[in-house]
Each structure stands twice: as C-alpha cells, then as structure tokens.
C-alpha cells in the first residue's frame, strides 16, 4: 500500500449532517478498497484565498491514508460527481508521519 494525503474543502452552505455523511463516503470508499485511513483533521471553516466557483468560504478537511493505487479512480470519480466539493488535492507520500496534538 502506498501513503497519501488528501485535502479537500465543501460549500460553507452544507449542514453538518451532510458534512458528516460527505466524510463518511470518503472514509467508507477508502476502507471498502483494503485502504486505511491514518488521520482526520477537520480544520474548520475558512476564507478562501480567492473567490472559487462564487464561494469565499469552504470548510477545510485533511486526510492521511495508506491504500492502493486502484482506489484513487474511486475517490476521484466521487469528488468530481459531488458538487459540495469545492475543490481537492491529492498528494502520494514517501511516508506518513502521525504525530498527536497536543
């Protein structure tokens, strides 16, 4: 399995619900790919740095995951047909480094 990162950002118009359900799909099409989802961080709502798709604001979610390369065609095909999404990056890793907030 290789090592990524995945930041993407959704409307700050989404209830909370339909985050947690956004997140849910993530995590359940990495999971349901033998992937592993290593860290969550849900950074909250921001400005944007400029206006995208007429959003200045989104909120921010981080992931750090091990899966296969087979999987990225799922995530992205889900990302693109979601359009809460505003935008993503997807970045693969040499290795993951964890390390607890404190």
């Known amino acids: 399995m290789t090592d990524y990162e995945m930041m993407f950002v959704v409307k700050s118009s989404m209830e909370q619900e339909q985050i947690d359900e956004l997140i ?3 995590t359940d099409t ?3 790919g033998s992937g592993v989802v290593l860290h969550l961080e ?3 709502k921001r400005d944007l740095a400029s206006e995208f798709n007429k ?3 989104g909120y921010y ?3 750090d ?3 296969d390369k087979s999987i990225l065609d799922n995530i992205a095909a889900m990302v693109k047909i979601n ?3 505003i935008t993503t990056l997807l970045v693969k890793l ?3 480094k964890v390390t607890p907030k404190s």
């Open 83 to 85: 359009e809460d999404i």
């Open 42 to 44: 849900k950074m909250g």
């Open 61 to 63: 979610f981080y992931f």
């Open 65 to 67: 995951f091990s899966a």
């Open 24 to 26: 849910g799909k993530v």
């Open 55 to 57: 959003n200045n604001q």
């Open 30 to 32: 990495i999971e349901k």
């Open 94 to 96: 040499d290795s993951i």
